[in-house]
């Protein structure tokens, strides 16, 4: 198990960029499959994004690629999700999260608000 802890969220105009990064407790960081979900008022949760566990690896969602860039440091434990050119649709709660190879994600965040104004 790993616990895990958002930063970075907030209000930012459409067309501006936010920095979202997640700490992770524990010395077994390296071996998870990191994700970023999001939740908008009224919707159900979605998948953002995802990373490999040596971080050579990402995945994005339709809607947010060219825009969003997901990076780890496993040195650190930390998995951030940079946020470009942002949308009013992007506005969500956002979620890290964590999973072993082959399991679903059972390790949240507590998310964090991202508000985009238009």
């Known amino acids: 198990q790993v616990q895990l802890v958002e930063s970075g969220g907030g209000l930012v105009q459409a067309g501006g960029s936010l920095r979202l990064s997640c700490a992770a407790s524990?010395?077994?960081?390296?071996?998870?499959?990191m994700g970023w979900f999001r939740q908008a008022p009224g919707k159900e949760r979605e998948f953002v994004a995802t990373?490999?566990?040596?971080?050579?690896?990402?995945t994005y969602t339709d809607s947010v690629k060219g825009r969003f860039t997901i990076s780890r440091d496993n040195t650190k434990n930390t998995v951030d999700l940079q946020m470009n050119s942002l949308k009013p649709d992007d506005t969500a709660v956002y979620y890290c999260?964590?999973?072993?190879?082959?399991?679903?994600?059972?390790?949240w965040g507590q998310g964090t608000q991202v508000t985009v104004s238009s």
């Open positions: 999260a964590a999973r072993r190879l082959g399991a679903e994600y059972g390790d």
């Open positions: 524990g010395r077994t960081f390296s071996t998870y499959i």
């Open positions: 990373i490999s566990r040596s971080g050579d690896k990402q």
